[in-house]
């Protein structure tokens, strides 16, 4: 029950409303990325427990990594692997190919071959960072593979590869729909990697048995990636591929990364728990010390935490940290390193570092771009690189509901998909709502107003504001009013003054809207490192919407099963979610909703932010007014068209119909 405030003289000292709940967005942000770190790879507490539990996380860092569609069991599409020339080099050759990882997704790669190889040698997949120009920017490394004797696959990323894809969705395009999608780039690059271990395991002159694979910057993390997901890696380097949430977040180092940096992080992972589907594998970790996108003492951390891992399964030779000096880069140090453990872990050769060797930059040893293009009659003209993002994930088409039952094991469906998949950060077990009765009128209504405090979760105490039209022995219906980000004043007020004169109204603002906003400056990095943290701006404010009405249900003077929200525009996504995960709200109002959540944004990140993590893989706004029957949704004003699905749905089962009204 809320605490009640008396009234009293003027000058006694105004409540606490503030507890130890900040507001702060960035400090909430900050304090889930410590939990996030602090609990990675905690759970493991023995090698065996860990191989009890290892295939259930394997599974969900596939589903996390945007693969859960790709074919990683059973036969696969044929790679119709296409060689357009070779080079012959002192000591290697480098053939130019392309394979075709998905049918009319091509892979623009450099195999890099020794002579006079007498039987199978291991093999190594090098992942490109984000250089503009790939395989020739990178080429001194796989080179130095060939001479060691290895067989080296190079293979371009789809952003900066000879067809220029997309990583950049989220962070410059405004495509901030991926998250709605459960789509990451990064699903993309390991998929291609996988395919390029298939490459290397189907040629006659590689041990498929002994494979590796290396990268550095967005090649270090799907290094780390490809690693977790294809026990055919037998030992990984990445390089300035990682950072802990923490780091990420709390030094903003999470804006300059690239969108294929992270998996879509509904299971709240951090590289910790990446690192343990590695271990006990030979894992060796390279990192700069000035590195500006990776905080140095954050990779320190991963590898103390991954070591514990390994000592675990007794293993704790296989696991090594080398740092360098510098910044996002290599350094001779790191590279002679990576040659040597490759060689020891591969090779079985015990090899120094100084024995190995680093890469030979001079001019005569690199060759130019057109010297190593692949599409040297342009690319296949089936090529789908620049559209793969629209493709790659499944996304849930409009169920067949033919009857009662058929709605009530769809609305379960995807009531439990939501929760699983797109709500996972919700806490579990909330904290007290420790209400405030913090001001009380008898103006602005028939039986007057009270404003009220609570807490949706740790870091924020919001506000409600009840207006009553009713006595609060009559227990009438409340309408939930949700104000809108940058409404101008007293807009919500004039949208919420034809509801029925039996419901009593209130006005309340989730984070992110009126008093609990931020800069719009901000807006960009709360929606990507929301993201990262497993969350979104829009899941956020589902949850405390959801608090919201269970806290109305606590109130004197109230009919707890008779809730309403009403909303405009983006709120209407937050609305229509929060009512279905509630399952017991009566009315719904809805002016301007969002056709759908696969809509692009403003590249900024102002401007509609409804994305969902996953939400998209299950199902969209607009069939949600169908899920909530018998909830009455009404649109003041026009209902979109896609909202027709609902609408058609709840005729054909004799249900209420969707209801406009013009002039609400």
Not at 27 to 55: C, F, H, M, Q
Not at 286 to 311: A, F, H, M, T, W
Not at 475 to 497: W, Y
Request: charge should be negative.
């Amino acid at each position: 029950m809320a605490v009640l405030i008396c009234s009293c003289s003027h000058n006694q000292s105004a409540p606490d409303i503030s507890g130890e709940q900040s507001n702060n967005i960035r400090d909430y942000l900050v304090k889930v990325a410590k939990d996030i770190t602090a609990n990675s790879g905690t759970s493991i507490v023995s090698a065996t427990e860990w191989e009890k539990i290892r295939p259930e996380r394997h599974s969900e860092f596939i589903e996390m990594i945007s693969l859960q569609d790709m074919p990683l069991d059973g036969e696969r599409p044929p790679l119709n692997v296409k060689i357009t020339g070779t080079v012959h080099r002192d000591g290697y050759r480098i053939e130019k190919l392309y394979y075709e990882s998905l049918p009319g997704l091509y892979v623009p790669a450099n195999l890099y071959i020794p002579d006079n190889i007498s039987g199978p040698v291991p093999g190594i997949i090098y992942l490109c960072g984000h250089s503009p120009t790939q395989k020739v920017h990178y080429q001194a490394h796989p080179a130095k593979f060939a001479q060691l004797g290895f067989v080296c696959l190079i293979v371009e990323t789809i952003q900066f590869g000879e067809v220029r894809g997309e990583h950049h969705g989220c962070y410059a395009r405004g495509w901030f729909n991926w998250y709605s999608r459960g789509y990451t780039p990064a699903g993309v690059e390991v998929w291609n990697a996988i395919r390029g271990l298939d490459l290397l395991s189907a040629r006659s002159e590689v041990d498929e048995q002994n494979l590796g694979a290396t990268g550095i910057s967005g090649g270090g993390a799907i290094s780390w990636f490809l690693a977790a997901a294809d026990l055919r890696v037998k030992a990984s380097a990445p390089v300035c591929g990682a950072s802990t949430m923490e780091a990420h977040i709390t030094t903003r180092t999470v804006d300059g990364h690239c969108d294929c940096m992270m998996p879509i992080n509904n299971g709240l992972i951090d590289f910790q728990d990446i690192g343990a589907l590695i271990a006990p594998r030979p894992l060796l970790i390279g990192q700069s010390d000035r590195d500006g996108l990776n905080r140095v003492e954050s990779v320190r951390r991963i590898y103390r935490d991954l070591k514990r891992i390994y000592e675990l399964h007794n293993a704790s030779a296989n696991i090594e940290y080398i740092e360098t000096p510098g910044g996002h880069s290599y350094h001779k140090n790191s590279r002679e390193k990576i040659f040597s453990f490759f060689a020891g872990h591969l090779m079985d050769k015990d090899l120094s570092p100084e024995e190995a060797g680093d890469i030979d930059t001079s001019p005569d040893n690199i060759l130019s771009e057109e010297e190593l293009r692949v599409y040297t009659a342009g690319p296949p003209a089936d090529d789908r690189t620049t559209v793969i993002q629209d493709s790659f994930v499944k996304l849930a088409g409009d169920p067949e509901i033919s009857s009662e039952n058929d709605l009530d094991t769809h609305r379960k469906t995807v009531t439990d998909f939501l929760r699983r998949k797109s709500f996972a950060a919700f806490p579990r077990d909330p904290p007290s709502f420790d209400s405030v009765k913090v001001f009380r009128t008898l103006d602005r209504a028939t039986y007057g107003s009270d404003i009220y405090s609570f807490v949706t979760e740790e870091g924020w105490r919001l506000k409600i504001d009840i207006r009553w039209r009713n006595e609060a022995s009559q227990e009438k219906p409340l309408m939930i009013v949700l104000r809108s980000p940058d409404e101008n004043r007293q807009e919500s007020e004039g949208f919420s003054g034809q509801a029925g004169k039996d419901w009593n109204i209130a006005y309340f603002e989730v984070r992110g809207a009126g008093e609990y906003g931020w800069d719009p400056n901000l807006r960009w990095h709360i929606r990507r490192a929301s993201a990262w943290l497993g969350r979104t701006l829009a899941s956020m404010q589902v949850y405390d919407l959801i608090r919201c009405i269970e806290f109305c249900r606590t109130l004197e003077g109230l009919n707890a099963d008779s809730i309403g929200i009403a909303a405009r525009n983006d709120m209407c996504v937050v609305a229509l979610y929060a009512a279905l995960l509630d399952g017991n709200c009566k009315s719904i109002i809805l002016k301007d909703p969002p056709a759908s959540q696969d809509e692009a944004s403003r590249p900024d990140g102002r401007g509609p932010a409804n994305e969902i993590l996953n939400c998209l893989r299950i199902t969209d706004v607009y069939r949600l007014p169908a899920l909530l029957s018998p909830a009455e949704v009404t649109f003041a004003g026009d209902m979109p068209e896609s909202y027709k699905w609902s609408d058609n749905i709840l005729k054909k089962l004799g249900k209420k119909p969707l209801k406009t009204v013009k002039n609400l």
